[in-house]
């Protein structure tokens, strides 16, 4: 990064008894910039934010926020505010004094108090919620609140701990939305926990993706969803399907009796065992052509609805003891009038094909 982190993360390990949660951490994040750590139950993500709000101390490693070496400072002297998925909201307050808590605890005047309250309770879309309790609201309305209050005292660093995962799927989809417009006007910057990758995608300017306490990938969205790094990365963002293969040449592999073109070189030498890689998604079945690249003929086995899409498993003619695994949209289905048993011409893009090496981790 050309300007320099507001938020720097070196060396970072954290203990618990003989479990190491947490394993030589480097992490840097840019002002303004809204980074998700993604990852399974267990992989550390937690433990990485609670260790940067100072509720857990490291027991190695540094940590900078704005600047300023906070590595043993408390909580309070850390400029955040955070945000849990369980709203942690006092049940004996209204709305207006869960809010307005932050500054009162600063000894903010009483006008400056209520303006400010005024002011985010528009902000999140609750200006007449104020004199309710949070048992009258919704656990969208909470989570709102919830997220007024931690952005009260004007924090740097705004923490969200699986903010959306107790909401059922409509709110939590409205909300991040919210949540992502909310933050870019404000510029505040933010790093949220979840462990569902579609949030991730859809909110992050950037994902940190953990496993076993380990940094497995940082990139963007993009950059994590098209170009996974490791098995793990490439199996746990979306859906992929894994096969053996054996490197033939600098950008070429083959897969039981199928030859195919990789879009970049693979980096391993020709006889080398690999896994390849690929998402059904990414698989053609239109405008198929004699001369298209990685073109061969599968017979059509179990479709699986899913909506806006058909899983469906395909046995190639050459190697059908080769399942792979392909979405088809269901316009596709319809326009093609695809059906189990038929046999149709597919194509792998080369482009998509990703290659790692064998026996390797998903």
């Known amino acids: 990064m050309s300007e320099p982190s507001f938020l720097r993360v070196r060396g970072l390990a954290k203990r618990f008894g003989s479990f190491t949660a947490l394993r030589d951490i480097d992490l840097d994040i840019a002002r303004g910039e809204f980074v998700c750590f993604l990852g399974p139950s267990g992989c550390g993500k937690t433990t990485l934010l609670r260790a940067i709000a100072g509720l857990d101390l490291q027991d190695e490693g540094t940590i900078e926020i704005a600047g300023r070496d906070v590595s043993r400072a408390p909580p309070a002297e850390r400029d955040f505010g955070i945000v849990f998925q369980s709203y942690a909201l006092f049940p004996n307050l209204t709305v207006t004094q869960n809010v307005g808590y932050g500054l009162v605890n600063r000894r903010t005047g009483r006008n400056e108090i209520r303006r400010r309250v005024e002011e985010l309770l528009a902000l999140v879309g609750l200006p007449e919620q104020g004199s309710k309790y949070p048992v009258q609201l919704s656990g969208g309305q909470q989570q709102r609140v919830a997220l007024a209050r931690a952005l009260a005292t004007s924090p740097g660093l705004l923490l969200l701990d699986e903010p959306l995962s107790a909401l059922d799927a409509k709110v939590r989809v409205r909300l991040r939305d919210e949540i992502r417009t909310l933050q870019k006007r404000l510029g505040v910057t933010t790093v949220m926990v979840t462990h569902d990758q579609e949030e991730a995608l859809a909110m992050a300017d950037r994902i940190v993706v953990m496993n076993q306490g380990a940094i497995e990938q940082v990139g963007t969205p993009e950059e994590i969803y098209r170009h996974p790094e490791t098995p793990f990365v490439a199996d746990f963002v979306g859906h992929m399907t894994f096969l053996d293969a054996v490197a033939t040449g600098p950008a070429t592999v083959r897969v039981g009796a199928l030859d195919l073109v990789l879009g970049e070189g693979s980096g391993f030498l020709p006889g080398t065992p690999v896994r390849l890689a690929m998402r059904p998604e990414a ?60 046999i149709r011409a597919v194509a792998m893009p080369a482009e998509t094909l990703r290659v790692f090496p064998a026996g390797s981790a998903a």
């Open 283 to 342: 698989i053609r079945t239109r405008s198929i052509t004699a001369d298209t690249p990685n073109r061969f003929d599968v017979q059509i086995g179990e479709l699986s609805f899913l909506g806006s899409f058909c899983r469906a498993q395909l046995l190639p003619v050459s190697s059908p003891d080769t399942p792979i695994a392909a979405d088809f949209s269901a316009n596709a289905m319809r326009d093609l009038a695809i059906r189990p048993g038929e």
